[in-house]
């Protein structure tokens, strides 16, 4: 049973991952990395604190550390993961944000010493495979090599590097301290960091008129991020941290593909088999790590 909520959990953050991401490439190219980041992490702050008031004093040494790291980790990766969907395009970003991936199933592995078994490791293998077909548009974007100067690139690189830490670190937190008071603790640093660089920008007085201008968007991408956080978290403490990763990943796909909705793109002949794989591996590995 426990199995079985994790699955749902990690599905749930998967798809409010994949709406996030798309509103999160709109919301920063209208005003900006540090705003829309700023954002979420009041959300957070706010509908969060609540349901954690009485956690804070029941943290310890190693809990606060443990947070200080994964709080500093997000902010770190949220901006370069914001600044590369803002300033690139969606083929050259995405497929190296998929990095992330492999770089948190190694992680759990090694660090959290998460076993998995060889049908698993195969699953995970051909979800990452699906996954990059389908956000490539052309063969040419998976040279990597000759894609450092593009623009976007190098920032979606460090942000995936960040974002498998995060990935690995909101598990680890989750598991033993909470998934609501990790989640909470991250977004109140990412809105305090905000603020205060909003501050020395001088844009701070501007941030409810900004809000102002597109509320719904705003708003949508402020909740709906933090409710992929919270099920990503909760998921990690019903099942391996690898597993839930994998699963809620393939929301890449799904931001890919409301873009390529929205700007009445074809979909190329590999890109659909991408899908499928990255579909029918996500439901594969579901089926049998529920059982």
Not at 182 to 203: N, P, R, S, Y
Request: proline share 2%; glycine share 8%; charged share 10%.
């Amino acid at each position: 049973m426990h199995n079985f909520l994790g699955i749902i959990l990690a599905l749930t953050a998967l798809l409010c991952w994949g709406f996030g991401d798309f509103f999160i490439q709109k919301s920063t190219r209208i005003i900006g990395s540090y705003k829309a980041l700023f954002f979420i992490g009041i959300t957070g702050l706010v509908l969060l604190f609540p349901f954690i008031a009485s956690e804070i004093f029941a943290l310890n040494v190693m809990n606060w550390i443990l947070l200080i790291l994964l709080g500093a980790i997000v902010i770190f990766a949220a901006l370069f993961d914001f600044e590369a969907l803002r300033q690139g395009k969606i083929s050259i970003v995405e497929p190296l944000l998929g990095i992330e991936l492999p770089i948190t199933v190694g992680l759990s592995v090694i660090l959290a010493q998460e076993k998995l078994f060889t049908a698993q490791w195969i699953l995970i293998a051909i979800i990452f495979i699906g996954i990059i077909m389908a956000i490539t548009i052309h063969h040419a974007h998976l040279h990597y090599h000759k894609r450092l100067f593009e623009k976007g690139a190098i920032l979606a690189g460090i942000g995936a590097i960040g974002m498998a830490l995060t990935n690995f670190l909101v598990g680890i937190s989750s598991q033993q301290i909470s998934p609501l008071m990790t989640i909470w603790f991250t977004h109140t640093c990412a809105a305090i960091v905000m603020f205060i660089i909003l501050i020395g920008k001088k844009e701070i007085k501007n941030i409810f008129y900004d809000f102002k201008k597109q509320p719904a968007l705003f708003g949508a991408m402020s909740a709906i991020d933090n409710m992929a956080w919270v099920a990503f978290g909760y998921a990690t403490t019903l099942i391996p941290i690898s597993i839930a990763a994998t699963i809620s990943e393939s929301y890449i796909v799904l931001a890919s593909a409301l873009g390529i909705y929205i700007n009445k793109e074809k979909l190329k002949t590999h890109q659909i088999i991408g899908i499928i794989l990255a579909i029918g591996g996500v439901l594969l590995l579901s089926a049998i790590t529920s059982k």
